[in-house]
Structures are given as C-alpha cells and as structure tokens.
Nanobody, 115 residues
Framework: QVQLVESGGGLVQPGGSLRLSCTAF????????MGWYRQAPGKERDVVAT???????MYADSVKGRFTISRDNAKNMLYLQMNSLKPEDTAVYYC?????????WGQGTQVTVSS
C-alpha cells in the first residue's frame, strides 16, 4: 500500500530536541521533492521545510537555524531534526511526498513543547 508514515513526535520542554521520521512505502517518492508541514490548533497547515530529490533544503523563516531536513533515498526515509524547540512549535507535523504527479500525506505526529 502506498503511504507515508510519520514517527518521533512527543512532549518536550522548551529548548529541547526531537527528531521526526517519515517512512515512504511505495516506489517513486525518491524522484520528487518531499516536505514537512505543521498545523497548530485553529490554524492552517503551513510548510516547515522542503527538500528536493537531490537534497537541496528550504526552510520557513520561523525554523531557520533550528530545524534540519534531510532524506535517505536508499531507505525511502525523510527526517526533520528539531532543536531549540519553542512552545510555538507545538503542532501536528505532517510528511508530504509526491509520486507520479499525485501528492501523498502522512497521518501526522503530535509535537508538544511545554514545561
């Protein structure tokens, strides 16, 4: 079954770190850009970071210098290393991929930054 599955979310204190992972099941994802998005309660889903098929990253201004997106095409994996987390980073984080002109989303993983 073609799908994206996130993992690695949880509760962390301000200033802490988390690493999110996204496993892509199905062929074709490695040929396209992938990305991480997040949606906080009552807000729209926004882009956090994207990465091209050849690993060129782009970041939202709010996470530059704190988050790092990476991918391992051999393993069909996408990652998001999140450092210096802030309460405003609290959201459900979604992985997005594209395969044969169709977009796919994961089910989301909750990240809560709170003391």
């Amino acid at each position: 079954q073609v799908q994206l599955v996130e993992s690695g979310g949880g509760l962390v204190q301000p200033g802490g770190s988390l690493r999110l992972s996204c496993t892509a099941f199905g062929s074709g994802f490695v040929d396209e850009a992938m990305g991480w998005y997040r949606q906080a309660p009552g807000k729209e889903r926004d882009v956090v970071a994207t990465i091209s098929y050849d690993s060129r990253p782009m970041y939202a201004d709010s996470v530059k210098g704190r988050f790092t997106i990476s991918r391992d095409n051999a393993k069909n994996m996408l990652y998001l290393q999140m450092n210096s987390l802030k309460p405003e980073d609290t959201a459900v984080y979604y992985c997005k991929g594209r395969r044969y002109s169709q977009d796919y989303w994961g089910q989301g993983t909750q990240v809560t930054v709170s003391s």
